[in-house]
């Protein structure tokens, strides 16, 4: 790739990257205020719940304006403790998200030296010009942007069709109960039992949903351990046949490289649910010294991968995980012939040894 060509990839990631920083600190400040609300919405909320309790004890004497405007102020009590946890979670979702973005930016910063016209490229910075030399910096920018809008049109759709909607069931749960008080104490009981069905359901939605986006486990426990969880899960959500087989070091490398890796496995087993048509996945992690490979294999139907693999295609995800993989020095090989499955080896070099006990 030309000096100029690696200049205005630098200078693009540089703004990209501090526009990254910016957006993390005015969403810190939401999160910090949204936090703050939902402690006060709690407190409100445990209040309440005391005076329900006392009115309970007392049923039969308190006159029945308290008990309905008791009950009332609890349900909008608990309604709002509800919606503003989920927006708090959405909050510290989006905070991770830029977190982990701004965390990517910087590391293609640092794997291409920040070097100027004419200086040497160092280390990764070699295999970025590789992946960039045919097409530019400025597109392969644009591809990874457009990888990321995809992704967050992704994100936005499954809020909108899930927990959005479930909020919105929610809401209108809740005003059915509440008409339901007067005129018939003893469906408004059977309402308020859905009503706390809805809730849960949705809290547990909500919760897969944040482990999707970001296991906290793959911070603290790493790459093997995430893996193992996130495979068993993905096979009882696909109902598709995955074994999965880990050889090697059970041990921890970069942080970096740990979110690539996990997320390389999210791509390919992503791919082979929404694409193969397969009933049977195998899932191979091997750790070693210097590098971690993963492997996904599917007796799906197969497809053309040098179709696939060009950018703007349905199978975006793969080229731009070939060109992350790369900026890392690492590679993506992918071997299919349509009608006869597909495998895919990702392959990511890895740094100092940290063996786990």
């Known amino acids: 790739m ?56 007392n049923f039969d004497t308190v006159p029945r304006n308290d008990i ?10 608990q309604q709002r403790l509800f919606t503003m946890r989920g927006q708090l979670e959405k909050l510290q979702s989006d905070q991770n998200s830029l977190d982990r973005y701004a965390k990517y930016l910087n590391t293609v910063l640092e794997s291409l030296g920040n070097a100027a016209p004419g200086a040497a490229v160092p280390g990764a910075a070699g295999a970025a010009m590789g992946a960039a030399g045919n097409v ?27 927990p959005a909607q479930s909020l919105t069931n929610f809401v209108l749960q809740a005003e059915i109960v509440q008409r339901l008080f ?32 970001r296991p906290m486990m793959l911070d603290d426990l790493g790459l093997v351990p995430t893996v193992r969880r996130y495979v068993k899960g993905f096979e009882e959500k696909s109902e598709i046949q995955t074994t999965l087989t880990i050889t090697g070091d059970e041990r921890r490398f970069e942080p970096h490289r ?25 899932v191979t992690l091997d750790v070693d010294d210097t590098r971690v490979r993963m492997t996904v294999e599917d007796n799906g139907k197969g497809f053309d991968v040098a179709a696939a693999l060009v950018p703007g295609q349905k199978h975006i995800g793969l080229s731009t995980l070939k060109e992350k993989a790369e900026l890392l020095g690492g590679q993506l090989q992918v071997d299919s012939t349509p009608g006869q499955g597909t495998r ?14």
């Not at 740990?258 to 195998?282: P, W």
């Open 344 to 357: 895919a080896t990702l392959e990511i070099p890895v740094g100092s040894v940290n063996a786990l006990m």
């Open 68 to 77: 309905k405007s008791t009950y009332d102020a609890a349900l909008d009590a």
């Open 2 to 57: 030309a000096n100029n060509g690696l200049q205005e990839l630098l200078d693009l990631t540089r703004e990209e990257y501090e526009r990254t920083q910016r957006e993390v600190r005015e969403m810190a400040l939401l999160v910090e205020q949204s936090r703050g609300e939902v402690d006060k919405l709690a407190q409100r909320n445990a209040t309440i719940n005391s005076h329900l309790r006392q009115l309970q004890q």
């Open 136 to 162: 530019g910096g400025s597109d392969l920018i644009a591809r990874i942007i457009d990888a990321q809008e995809a992704e967050r049109q992704r994100i936005s759709k499954t809020m909108h069709d899930g």
């Open 258 to 282: 740990e979110v690539m890796a996990f997320r390389g496995i999210q791509e390919l087993l992503s791919n082979a649910r929404l694409h193969s048509q397969s009933s049977q996945i195998r």
């Open 182 to 213: 007067d005129s018939n104490p003893e469906r408004a009981r059977v309402e308020l039992q859905n009503l706390k069905t809805t809730a849960t359901t949705t809290f547990q939605r909500v919760r897969e949903f944040i482990t999707e986006l």
